[in-house]
């Protein structure tokens, strides 16, 4: 069985999926079609997962900073915002068992947190603490060398990804509404990974010694490998801010158009 193979994992992403499979058949039986972009949103998700978990990229994150990049850029970057398109309503409200989503819908005060903590500034504000919190070479090497705080470290970065995406694509509602600020909110966010890639391309030093000393072993400086992990997640962050422009801004002309033909169906008369 190869290294990469984990059993464990393996098992959660085909509950996480069985779960998605159930919401969509619940949500047809109750007369509301989830679209097939939605579906292929989340299975494209689940994808990234699959290859940053299930593949030769988690042991080369074990030796490589570029790998290990490459496994948060999958799971955090690119995973968490697609899964979180193809959980949007309705299967929003059929995902979890009811019983569970009772139990969450009457926790008050955990719906006033997470209220609090999604909305732009905080979620920004909170992201790059955990980005750059992660990134000390302290927690970083520590990461490689406990399984424990490595799978704390994959599952905070998701949590921020989710956080700073949850007030741009509002899950809540079946169609993402159309507002300038959201490509603005995305661009902020971007920028602080941005400057964290930077950072990696222009020092001129490694800075976590354990990967200097084993990217030697695929061919790679350290410096070498540093700067692949910096232009990865520079050049991600970059096709990120591009997209949410094209897209919010397409999508607020959209609205705008809606709004109009509405104004002018109403102002016809009777």
């Known amino acids: 069985m190869p290294g990469w193979f984990d059993p464990g994992v393996l098992a959660l992403l085909i509950l996480v999926v069985a779960l998605y499979v159930r919401a969509v058949r619940v949500a047809r039986e109750r007369g509301l079609e989830v679209p097939a972009l939605q579906q292929a949103a989340f299975f494209a998700g689940i994808g990234f997962w699959t290859a940053a978990l299930l593949s030769p990229v988690d042991v080369l994150a074990e030796d490589l900073l570029s790998a290990h990049m490459a496994q948060h850029l999958l799971l955090a970057e690119l995973g968490a915002p697609f899964i979180l398109v193809g959980l949007r309503a309705p299967v929003l409200f059929f995902y979890l068992p009811r019983p569970a989503l009772v139990s969450l819908a009457r926790r008050r005060r955990l719906r006033r947190v997470l209220s609090a903590i999604s909305r732009p500034l905080a979620a920004i504000a909170i992201y790059a603490v955990v980005l750059y919190g992660w990134h000390f ?16 470290q994959h599952q905070s970065f998701i949590v921020i990804s989710v956080l700073v995406w949850l007030p741009a694509l509002e899950p809540a509602r079946r169609r993402v509404p159309g507002a300038l600020w959201k490509a603005g909110h995305i661009i902020g966010a971007r920028t602080v990974g941005m400057f964290l890639g930077m950072a990696f391309i222009i020092m001129r030093s490694p800075a976590y010694p354990l990967y200097a000393e084993s990217a030697p072993e695929h061919g790679l400086t350290g410096l070498q490998d540093q700067q692949i992990a910096g232009a990865m997640m520079l050049t991600l962050d970059v096709l990120i801010v591009f997209v949410a422009l094209g897209y919010f801004f397409w999508r607020s002309a959209e609205d705008h158009d809606r709004a109009e033909a509405l104004e002018r169906a109403r102002a016809r008369p009777q």
Do not use: V
């Open 137 to 152: 070479a302290l927690l970083f090497e520590a990461a490689t060398e406990n399984p424990w705080i490595h799978a704390l």
